[in-house]
């Protein structure tokens, strides 16, 4: 949607294409990349801005490609790296971005590096590109520190050296599939910058960067403060392994690289990075003009559905993020978290029976509520045909490898990465032609009232809300103006203004309220009555004049001004 002064990133509405689950283009069951180039042109009538890509790099799969064997080049599983190519031109062609994942923090015990470094010995250079260290007590028996992995259990494991004896520890901050790098050694910067020239020379507009708080430990490797809570949450926390100052200097590098790209070309690239950080400001420290171009802005995502907390957290980013120059980059699904739609069927009260419908409708708000902030959006694949979380997958086919670190089957994220339904009435509902039993994880039968066929011949459904979304905010100029006035509302409402034109409230209550402006909307998430918002429900409106000229709104519950001036970029 961007202006042509401004570079399409800041703004731009990307879709999360997880590769297993998105179509399988061969018949083996797992979606591909010949898959994926199949469902560009549905990606470009939705009218997203381009695609963000999951691993697709040699892997043994222990954490689905996020455990990567070699960073330049393609898994068989999803094809070869013709067929990245041709999705690059296909993508082009269309109008559409491609982003790659990138995954620096970790690679797999079977990359060659990690390979070397066991056979190599304690204290071999092929050793320092890892975090190799010896045991604790008498034979070394106890890991080096007290560090929990993400994912449970502890974060070390002890290897057998070559003459087949427990040996030295290498730490892993998520499964012991994924040893982490050490980027205290210059070697591996320079092999990630070639990494990215590798991509960037075939044509990616940018990269998304797995867990990019982490790359740089504390160098003495302390123990944590508070092993239990860092193993507690699934973000990072242990203050020790994350977070690190000198993580810094690498998106200075990555940045220059990207730049440099750029000015051969004119072409825009980005880095949008996974930073999960304690709070906004600590994640604009990562968005200086020097460093990466994004960063999600997951604090959003974890928000429940709240009228003063949804305020509170887009004001925060506004304040802390958007008025340093950086857009926000802002997300409320991707393949590690259960799906909107179940996530917000509960109930305010704790206890209270789920309830899909209400699911459904706030979700639908929430993403009228999402593409109608100034900065970027990431949409995740199933989002826009307003799928649910399958929650009852059998034990016996989870894969993630979180469930086998702690077996806890409800900490899973398997469910939100279940195939996507495409066309028919029953499974694998266009997905593949390889029959259902074939598909890595099993469709339930209910995906036939989620087929992108069945919810793009009916008016009224998600998929055409997010399509018109998506065209209104490219072509509504309001739209391109960076940022937001918010409006006087009742406390279950939250409504902004921006550009001086347009007005989108939200309603969390499920109670019909008053809606804060007169006049029919340009868009809305469920049905509206002139002058009311549904229950659970968002509205968009054009106005002509500036909010309350009506003189029949409701009283004010607040006024804050948060405009924000956009710097521009350097500033
Ligand atoms: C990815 C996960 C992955 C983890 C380890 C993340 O943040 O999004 O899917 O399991 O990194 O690579």
Excluded at 95 to 112: A, F, M, Q, R, Y
Aim: proline share 9%.
């Amino acid at each position: 949607m961007a202006t042509p002064s401004v570079p399409w990133w800041r703004d731009a509405v990307m879709y999360q294409v997880y590769l297993r689950s998105f179509r399988d283009g061969n018949g083996d069951g797992v979606g591909d990349l010949r898959g994926a180039r199949a469902g560009l042109p549905y990606l470009a009538t939705l009218g997203v801005d381009g695609l963000w890509l999951s691993p697709c790099f040699p892997s043994p799969q222990h954490d689905h490609g996020y455990d990567v064997a070699d960073y330049c080049a393609v898994d068989p599983l999803f094809g070869e790296l013709d067929d990245v190519d041709r999705l690059l031109a296909d993508a082009h062609a269309l109008g559409l971005k491609v982003i790659l994942d990138v995954v620096p923090n970790h690679c797999s015990t079977e990359h060659p590096r990690f390979r070397e470094a066991v056979l190599a010995g304690p204290g071999s250079v092929a050793r320092e590109r890892f975090h190799f260290a010896d045991g604790h007590g008498a034979d070394g028996e106890l890991p080096p520190n007290n560090w929990r992995a993400m994912f449970g259990g502890p974060a070390w494991t002890r290897i057998q050296e070559a003459d087949g004896r427990p040996g030295q520890w290498y730490l892993h901050m998520f499964t012991p599939h994924q040893p982490d790098w050490n980027w205290r050694n210059p070697e591996v910067a320079n092999h990630f910058d070639d990494v990215l020239r590798f991509w960037l020379d075939r044509g990616v507009d940018g990269f998304r960067i797995d867990v990019a708080v982490g790359l740089f430990k504390h160098p003495a490797l302390p123990d944590s403060p508070d092993p239990a809570a860092d193993e507690e949450a699934r973000d990072a926390v242990n203050p020790l392994a994350w977070n690190q100052p000198e993580v810094h200097q690498v998106w200075r590098r990555w940045r220059a690289i990207c730049d440099m790209y750029t000015a051969s070309d004119g072409r825009e690239r980005t880095l949008v990075g996974e930073v999960a950080v304690p709070t906004p400001a600590d994640q604009a420290r990562y968005l200086r003009p020097d460093e990466l171009h994004q960063a999600f802005y997951f604090d959003l995502l974890h928000t429940p559905w709240d009228a003063s907390a949804f305020r509170q957290r887009i004001g925060a980013a506004m304040r802390d993020i958007a008025s340093t120059g950086a857009p926000v980059t802002w997300v409320l699904n991707n393949h590690d978290q259960q799906r909107t739609v179940t996530r917000y069927s509960r109930g305010a009260v704790l206890g209270e029976k789920p309830d899909a419908d209400r699911g459904t409708a706030r979700a639908r708000a929430a993403a009228l509520l999402m593409l109608a902030l100034p900065g970027s959006a990431y949409l995740y694949q199933g989002e826009e045909l307003g799928l649910p979380e399958v929650t009852d997958l059998p034990p016996e086919v989870l894969t993630d490898p979180i469930v086998t670190a702690t077996g806890e089957p409800d900490r899973g994220r398997d469910g939100c990465r279940v195939p996507l339904p495409w066309s028919g009435t029953q499974a694998p509902f266009g997905f593949s032609d390889a029959p259902p039993e074939r598909s890595w994880l099993p469709q339930p039968g209910w995906f036939a009232r989620y087929t992108v066929q069945r919810l793009r011949g009916d008016g009224g459904s998600c998929w055409h809300l997010y399509r018109d979304a998506l065209q209104l905010r490219r072509s509504l100029s309001p739209l391109h103006d960076p940022g937001l006035h918010w409006l006087p509302s009742p406390p279950e409402v939250v409504a902004f203004a921006r550009g001086g034109k347009f007005v989108c409230a939200v309603n969390f209550s499920d109670a019909q309220v008053t809606a804060p402006v007169c006049g029919k909307p340009v868009l809305s998430s469920l049905p509206c009555d002139d002058g009311k918002l549904a229950a659970n429900s968002a509205a968009w409106w054009l106005v002509d004049n500036p909010p309350h000229a009506c003189g029949q709104c409701p009283p004010s519950h607040e006024t804050v001004d948060l405009t924000v001036t956009w710097k521009g970029l350097g500033d």
